[in-house]
């Protein structure tokens, strides 16, 4: 099972600049697919970036040009810089991992982390 463990989230005044990873441990063979996803209040969660094993990652329309995902295979850990922050960037942000065991296929997330975004 793996468990992803995020850090980084924060207040941060619109327009700022703002840092989160999560790292992934426990018992896995491999990890694929890790990403980031955020639900809002009264809103359903949604993808905001992923990124595959080999590097290709996948933006959400609304953080394309600027947020960047980024991953370090050797640190199992995913990482988001999140730049031009809008107050509509505000959520709670989910690292998400997708691993293979040996035998199966699962999921897993982290507990979330706060990010507001205000003056």
């Known amino acids: 099972q793996v468990q992803l463990v995020e850090s980084g989230g924060g207040l941060v005044q619109p327009g700022g600049s703002l840092g989160l990873s999560c790292a992934a441990s426990?018992?896995?063979?491999?990890?694929?697919?890790m990403g980031w996803y955020r639900q809002a209040p009264g809103n359903q969660r949604e993808l905001v970036a992923r990124i595959t094993k080999g590097g290709t990652p996948n933006y959400a329309d609304s953080v394309k040009d600027r947020f960047t995902i980024s991953r370090d295979n050797a640190k199992n850990t995913v990482y988001l810089q999140m730049n031009s922050l809008k107050p509509e960037d505000t959520a709670v942000y989910y690292c998400y991992a997708s691993y293979y065991s040996g035998a199966s296929y699962y999921d897993s997330w982290g507990q979330g982390t706060q990010v507001t975004v205000s003056s």
């Open positions: 426990g018992r896995f063979f491999s990890i694929n697919t």
